[in-house]
């Protein structure tokens, strides 16, 4: 090694899921929506004219925080906005995991936390879930430096109870404790209304996936004022303009038009719950997920064998090569065509492996 590359930040990354760049694949690994975003944000794409590139954004993103915050009933001094909610979660834990006791996290989780985690050199410790891959409460009652739970958890899609969670920030309340609500759309209960009663509460979402924008990068957190002051503070101490122009109209015409969003949510639940079914008449175990993915295990044959084989068909999904899921796989809801076409081929090729 090189003199000057011991002072060299060095981070093992996060592998994010793979966006390949062949024609004609489902591609149901990095849970994105299977239909395109409402039309109202092509609308107001196409009143972007140069004079908008020309300047810097707003710093405060003001359109897009006050649509979040008409939308949930909120003042918009308690929203913050970021590039995706992997940014809103990364300035998160920057700002609010200050502190020499461990911040507390599930083994099986997002597997971003960890990267953050040390890359901000926060110390944390991994709680386990139970062997049903449930979040056990009591296990968080203990000191620690904060909390930080996805709920519906990811990549398992369990949800948890509202009550249960509002038990841990209870008892919790010395700390903040960040609830990470990427797939809240698909099925969960928003802890969004308790962030009035709890000062330490970061909620985060993202339009990524209900909203179909996982291309615009466009998240956001909701807590008590005092919280949203601290992260704008840390934000501005690293880059005034996250939030461009385009982004910013696109996010507030995809907050608005409810109507679009209700339907096309709707149909993904409703795929979802088929999914499950047929997944389980081939012979899978399937989580209760509230998300828009699923995670199976089949009974005999290995998720990595189904994951290769499902790919040289040009069906792409998630397999994590980790303890305790690396038989399981992660499979998007995708359109009830694409799904079909999924069960056609998971159908015949288990045939064959039986044979
Ligand atoms: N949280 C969870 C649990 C996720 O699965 C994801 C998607 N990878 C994110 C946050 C980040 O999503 P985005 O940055 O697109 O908002």
Same mark, same amino acid.
């Given at each position: ?107 099986? %989780? ?224 995708? %359109? ?20």
């Amino acid at each position: 090694m090189a003199s000057w590359e011991e002072n060299v930040r060095k981070a093992v990354p996060y592998t994010p899921g793979e966006q390949p760049k062949i024609a004609n694949i489902i591609k149901l690994n990095t849970n994105e929506n299977p239909y395109p975003p409402s039309p109202a944000v092509l609308k107001a794409l196409r009143g972007t004219d140069v004079e908008y590139l020309r300047r810097y954004p707003d710093p405060k993103s003001f359109d897009l925080t006050e649509a979040f915050a008409r939308l949930n009933g909120i003042s918009p001094d308690r929203v913050f906005a970021g590039v995706g909610s992997d940014d809103v979660l990364a300035m998160s834990f920057l700002t609010f995991f200050n502190s020499d006791r461990p911040v507390l996290f599930p083994d099986i %989780t997002y597997s971003f936390y960890d990267v953050w985690a040390d890359l901000f050199r926060i110390p944390y410790r991994t709680v386990p879930l139970d062997e049903n891959f449930r979040i056990v409460k009591e296990d968080y009652y203990g000191e620690n430096g904060g909390i930080v739970i996805a709920n519906p958890n990811a990549p398992t899609g369990i949800a948890m109870k509202q009550s249960d969670l509002r038990d841990i920030i209870d008892r919790n309340r010395d700390v903040v404790v960040i609830v990470d609500e990427a797939y809240i759309d698909f099925g969960g209960e928003s802890l969004l209304g308790l962030t009035a009663e709890y000062e330490n509460l970061l909620v985060v979402q993202t339009l990524s996936k209900s909203r179909a924008l996982a291309g615009m990068r466009i998240g956001f957190a909701a807590g008590s004022e005092k919280l949203i002051r601290y992260l704008n503070d840390v934000k501005y101490s690293f880059n005034s303009y996250t939030m461009n122009d385009s982004a910013i109209r696109a996010g507030a015409a995809a907050l608005d038009d409810r109507e679009y969003f209700e339907y096309t949510r709707g149909r993904i639940i409703a795929t979802r719950e088929r999914s499950k079914k047929e997944m389980e008449k081939l012979g899978f175990i399937v989580t209760d997920s509230r998300s828009n993915f699923l995670f199976v295990r089949h009974k005999e044959a290995a998720a990595r064998d189904i994951f290769h084989a499902l790919r040289q068909a040009g069906i792409i999904v998630r397999y994590f090569d980790k303890p305790r899921i690396d038989n399981y796989l992660r499979i998007t809801v995708g %359109t009830d065509e694409q799904m079909d076409t999924l069960f056609a081929f998971l159908a015949s090729w288990l045939k064959k492996e039986k044979a």
